[in-house]
């Protein structure tokens, strides 16, 4: 069965600073890997996916992630962080099938914008 | 287009009632799905449907029902509420495939059973 690891359920970093927002995964076959952020009192948003390809993967607002499958692990990362950045972020994971059954997600990472 | 919307938004029952939530979307989606959201628990899948008059089990389904007897429609009933199922109710919908990776989700229904 597949299950994903957030490994900090918070991150408080400064505006304008990086910051990694870690995604571990275990599976015993081929997946596919989502981000989703939820704004607060909002649905979840797709922020970006790895399905196949170019292993980095990039979001319009400036997130990307990078699929490694020696390392098992969908980190999400931004280079420059704004306030409107303030978010709680799931990784999630697919074994494929059709996605009939749903996304398996991690716990969440609350990402904490200090002005 | 609306996309997902969940009726209602925010609700209280006393442990024992019942209650009906509903969900609808407009985008002619195939796959619908239902999640609970708990504190430090992420997302969990309760039930979904590849279609209308299919469902299946998710994750959490015990204490829960649905019905998709509408393709628009996904409801999911609570016949005897327990104060376990207070939570964060979020219905999502998608095309199937591998389109089905992409989820479009709902504003949430915020429930409380005392």
């Known amino acids: 069965a597949q299950s994903v690891t957030q490994l900090d359920s918070q991150v408080p970093v400064f505006e304008e600073a990086p910051v990694e927002l870690r995604c571990n995964y275990s599976?015993?076959?081929?997946?596919?890997l989502f981000w989703y952020v939820q704004y607060p009192n909002q649905g979840l948003q797709l922020l970006l996916k790895?399905?196949?390809?170019?292993?980095l993967v990039e979001s319009i607002n400036g997130f990307e992630a990078e699929f490694n499958k020696s390392q098992t692990s969908f980190h999400l990362r931004k280079p420059s962080v704004h306030i409107s950045d303030t978010a709680e972020y799931f990784c999630?994971?697919?074994?494929?099938?059709?996605?009939?059954?749903?996304?398996?997600f991690g716990k969440g990472t609350h990402l904490i914008i200090q002005p | 287009n609306a996309g997902v919307t969940q009726t209602p938004k925010f609700r209280v029952l006393k442990t024992g009632q019942s209650m009906t939530l509903l969900c609808a979307q407009d985008m002619n989606h195939e796959y619908m799905y239902w999640y609970r959201q708990d504190p430090g628990m992420g997302l969990r899948l309760i039930h979904y449907s590849v279609g209308e008059g299919t469902t299946a089990k998710g994750e959490v389904p015990d204490g829960y029902n649905v019905s998709r007897l509408k393709k628009q429609n996904f409801l999911l009933g609570l016949e005897s509420a327990a104060p376990s199922q207070t939570s964060v109710y979020f219905c999502a919908s998608s095309f199937p495939g591998q389109a089905s990776y992409e989820q479009y989700f709902g504003p949430g229904t915020r429930l409380t059973v005392t």
């Open positions: 790895y399905l196949s390809g170019s292993t």
């Open positions: 599976s015993s076959v081929s997946v596919y």
């Open positions: 999630a994971v697919s074994e494929g099938g059709g996605g009939a059954d749903g996304l398996t």
